[in-house]
């Protein structure tokens, strides 16, 4: 399936100015040694005990179709900063690196690395914004989204946030991310047909406005669509409960509506009020939705109230990640040229080596690649000399599946991440050289 | 320029599935009447004295192109929710309407319509998802920049945020809006190529830790590029300016480092230590430039504060526009049928009819559209009949210009917005005949 946020021809140009005049630099010093780069998170933001990695699988494409076309190439020289030599280099450059990573839908930690590319320097280091921009979001939200699944305890959860995220990719990617951490459905109708995840949604106010009166306008929609869900709160959400019972009454109607949906106001009160008078009309299988500027923190508010709710539309909130809108994402270098490397600017230091992170019930440890330790390890190869490997083409079922597991054997306790003797070790070494 | 972002061939179905069953439900009743749809602003958030209205250009562009493809048809069908009929019509379906819309880059306030879209009902309300999804981010990235510009006072503004902002579309559009409220460039590429924005940029941390020490690294960088910007926080930033004075003084070194960046650490004590250095070495010719986490109410700080730096770099705070990652956009139906709808739930009432928007000096009037008012108007004529008119083919210096002068003009005291006589009778009927 065609991902145009990926497949764009000029993509290769989604990166930093940066990037190309520090390859034009490597390229004249004549700097081309393997370089291995980490991808991580410097903190878990608060309200977040753990995150979920997504993101891998528009990388690994992105990756696997890395180049500069000519008209990227014309671009670059028009700067007058490159040399047509280096543009030259430029034209040849494929991504022909390894890279290991944790598979998607895995809970992870801060200063775990998600990602770790093995590659000649100019290949490992072009490829830094990208990976960084796709990994960040997707893991922002699946990580938001897994919180919103757990408040709802079972309930339905579809998410709705197209209209008002950033743009079409992160729509898309948003809606991708949330199915990967549990959410049943999307509204996003592309978000459908490129991911194969459920879609759902019914009717908007507007619906309502243009017919005469709000039960005409449920009727003709019933009469199309019968097993729906109706929108009761355009005009005032209780009238709009006793429409529907007045259309169940109807003579000669055939009433199969399964739902209502409150987008407004004061949604317990509300969904209380709207029950009682459901069930009093014999209606107690026509389910209550919920929508409107939902997020984790509401609806575990409403699901501790008793609130008769039985699914929630989630839409910017979740989306947007909007109590933490951003993750302090990192990718730095960890050795070059068979040495490792760190940085260590105030606060933004970084573990140095090849590493690899072994899970346990109650801690992981990270530890470097070749070190023996305990626990089941992270980080599994999925592409070689730029080739994907089979553990780098999972299906979205299948990752969704793996997150649910990999989440539900999380213990309730806050999750240990400790440095390895080794890792431990070099560190010091580095500190001492320096 | 291809615009992958809007331009893909599914593009159509970047929307959400109760548009497509509304659709296939007025399309079975018969309701294609001419409906005319409002994009406002519900709430101004705090900290924002005015929103800067932007996105406009992608609108047009998504609704020339506005078709379902084959593709999406066939994964329509398989929905298994839609009739062969209903099918047939939607792939005839274009978008063959008015629009309405303030200029890109003009200050605009809650309430005020942003674009007003005059079509057949079906094909006003097919398009709204993608309005607002455009609409809502760039019009909150433009309005955060204008806030990070004018906390700069006149210093260089660089726009850093691709690698962190949700999404590569949000990374273009982001660079795009910035640019329009007034932000000198970019640092990503791929939006230097499609929007002519300038872009810079010049070394990364990473370059740094690839050689042996960062006197090193600063002298194979200068001698690519020699009137650079030098990174001088990798390991300690005082030494790194040291390292900078070092270089200067080397035997035939032709020295024309420009500038120097800090990007962590207490900016303004770093900074003015580093003012002290180079001065103290004759190099008061060599910049300072700041990064980090930067924002409106950061920068004001430092330039409050008198810290010596001469230019910012600000990314993930202002793309994403951490303090308000969303705004409460709304579309509605404001007249179907040649008559006047409102919606009424609790907090989300919207101006009924077709309006136009007269500036004052000291306030805005919203009125009717064909009422006389005081004041400039702001709504304009874009689109014709689905075809673009001139007013809609802005370039983007055209629209960062248009956005300096206009903001230019706004009074220091809060603007006022006043809601004409004949709109407020409009709402007084509309109120009693439900």
């Given at each position: 399936m065609n991902d145009p946020w990926v497949d764009d021809d000029n993509a290769a140009l989604l990166t930093d100015l940066y990037q190309?005049?520090?390859?034009?630099?490597?390229?004249?010093?004549?700097?081309g040694a393997e370089a291995v780069f980490d991808l991580f998170v410097r903190r878990v933001p608060e309200h977040r005990d753990y995150l979920v990695a997504c993101g891998l699988d528009d990388v690994l494409r992105y990756l696997e179709r890395f180049r500069f076309t000519p008209a990227a190439l014309a671009y670059l020289d028009s700067l007058d900063r490159f040399s047509s030599e280096f543009l030259h280099f430029l034209a040849d450059l494929r991504f022909e690196g390894d890279v290991h990573a944790v598979p998607e839908g895995t809970p992870v930690y801060a200063n775990e690395p998600i990602i770790e590319v093995v590659?000649?320097?100019a290949q490992a280091q072009i490829i830094e914004t990208f990976l960084l921009n796709q990994v960040s979001f997707q893991t922002m939200v699946a990580s938001k989204a897994a919180r919103v699944v757990a408040a709802a305890e079972g309930r339905t959860v579809v998410e709705f946030g197209l209209r008002r995220l950033h743009g079409t990719d992160a729509g898309m990617k948003a809606a991708r991310a949330a199915f990967v951490a549990g959410v049943g459905a999307t509204s996003n109708v592309l978000a459908g047909m490129v991911y194969g995840i459920p879609v759902a949604g019914t009717m908007a106010h507007s619906y309502i406005e243009t017919h005469d009166s709000e039960i005409d306008a449920f009727r003709a929609f019933a009469a199309v669509e019968p097993e729906t869900t109706l929108l009761?709160?355009?005009?005032?959400?209780?009238?709009?409960?006793?429409?529907?019972?007045?259309?169940?009454?109807?003579?000669?109607t055939d009433f199969r509506v399964k739902a209502i949906r409150l987008d407004s106001g004061d949604l317990a009160g509300l969904a209380t009020a709207a029950r009682e008078l459901l069930d009093d009309a014999d209606l107690g299988h026509v389910e209550i939705f919920a929508s409107g500027n939902l997020d984790e923190y509401r609806i575990a508010e409403l699901v501790r109230g008793g609130a008769p709710i039985d699914g929630f539309g989630v839409g910017t909130r979740m989306g947007v990640s909007d109590d933490h809108p951003s993750l302090d994402t990192a990718y730095k270098l960890v050795r070059y040229a068979g040495r490792s490397r760190m940085k260590f600017s105030a606060d933004k230091s970084?573990?140095?080596?090849?590493?690899?992170?072994?899970r346990n019930a109650t801690h992981d440890v990270i530890a470097l690649h070749d070190e023996p330790a305990q626990g089941r390890p992270l980080l599994?190869?999925?592409?070689?000399?730029?080739?994907?490997?089979?553990?780098?083409?999972?299906t979205l079922q299948q990752i969704a599946d793996h997150a649910r597991r990999e989440i539900a054997t999380l213990p309730d306790e806050p999750h240990r991440v400790d440095i390895s003797p080794a890792l431990a070790a070099e560190i010091e070494l580095i500190s001492q050289l320096r």
């Amino acid at each position: 399936m065609n991902d145009p946020w990926v497949d764009d021809d000029n993509a290769a140009l989604l990166t930093d100015l940066y990037q190309l005049t520090m390859l034009q630099a490597y390229h004249r010093e004549g700097l081309g040694a393997e370089a291995v780069f980490d991808l991580f998170v410097r903190r878990v933001p608060e309200h977040r005990d753990y995150l979920v990695a997504c993101g891998l699988d528009d990388v690994l494409r992105y990756l696997e179709r890395f180049r500069f076309t000519p008209a990227a190439l014309a671009y670059l020289d028009s700067l007058d900063r490159f040399s047509s030599e280096f543009l030259h280099f430029l034209a040849d450059l494929r991504f022909e690196g390894d890279v290991h990573a944790v598979p998607e839908g895995t809970p992870v930690y801060a200063n775990e690395p998600i990602i770790e590319v093995v590659a000649p320097l100019a290949q490992a280091q072009i490829i830094e914004t990208f990976l960084l921009n796709q990994v960040s979001f997707q893991t922002m939200v699946a990580s938001k989204a897994a919180r919103v699944v757990a408040a709802a305890e079972g309930r339905t959860v579809v998410e709705f946030g197209l209209r008002r995220l950033h743009g079409t990719d992160a729509g898309m990617k948003a809606a991708r991310a949330a199915f990967v951490a549990g959410v049943g459905a999307t509204s996003n109708v592309l978000a459908g047909m490129v991911y194969g995840i459920p879609v759902a949604g019914t009717m908007a106010h507007s619906y309502i406005e243009t017919h005469d009166s709000e039960i005409d306008a449920f009727r003709a929609f019933a009469a199309v669509e019968p097993e729906t869900t109706l929108l009761v709160d355009t005009y005032d959400t209780i009238e709009g409960v006793r429409n529907v019972i007045r259309l169940a009454r109807e003579p000669d109607t055939d009433f199969r509506v399964k739902a209502i949906r409150l987008d407004s106001g004061d949604l317990a009160g509300l969904a209380t009020a709207a029950r009682e008078l459901l069930d009093d009309a014999d209606l107690g299988h026509v389910e209550i939705f919920a929508s409107g500027n939902l997020d984790e923190y509401r609806i575990a508010e409403l699901v501790r109230g008793g609130a008769p709710i039985d699914g929630f539309g989630v839409g910017t909130r979740m989306g947007v990640s909007d109590d933490h809108p951003s993750l302090d994402t990192a990718y730095k270098l960890v050795r070059y040229a068979g040495r490792s490397r760190m940085k260590f600017s105030a606060d933004k230091s970084n573990l140095p080596g090849r590493k690899q992170v072994y899970r346990n019930a109650t801690h992981d440890v990270i530890a470097l690649h070749d070190e023996p330790a305990q626990g089941r390890p992270l980080l599994e190869q999925v592409m070689a000399g730029g080739k994907r490997l089979p553990a780098g083409t999972r299906t979205l079922q299948q990752i969704a599946d793996h997150a649910r597991r990999e989440i539900a054997t999380l213990p309730d306790e806050p999750h240990r991440v400790d440095i390895s003797p080794a890792l431990a070790a070099e560190i010091e070494l580095i500190s001492q050289l320096r």
